[in-house]
């Protein structure tokens, strides 16, 4: 094989460009790293949910599980629109990206005891 000035000089670049890219080749920037995944189980009981805090990182693929132990109740963000019914003695899983920082209220939107008005809890989402 017969090698050229240019195939040379082409060789050369590409050594000198994986010496400066050597420590990057193989990882992903922050920004395209797969996104966390924490899982939440939410209990409504009594109107109330249990833990009626819940914290993530920006970006996060959040999994929510919401267990009713008595009636019927529903969980709501009104930033993020989500809205989900979980029927009563049942529960109810979804998930969603927390793509925005903040505090964010949740609660029950059912307005069929007064019980539901009292139900709430903060989703805190910390920026990255």
Known sequence: MTLTRRTVGLLLLGAGALL???PFVGRLPAQDQAPNRPEFTLIAKNFRF???????????????????????????IDE????RRVPAGASTTFEFRADRPGTFRFYSNLTDDPGHRQMQGQLVVRAQ
Do not use: M, N, W
């Open 80 to 83: 993020y629109r989500i809205v």
């Open 50 to 76: 249990s833990p009626d805090r819940l914290e993530v990182t920006q970006d996060d693929l959040v999994k929510l599980t919401i267990r009713s132990e008595d009636v019927a109740y529903s969980f709501a």
């Open 20 to 22: 400066v890219a050597g």
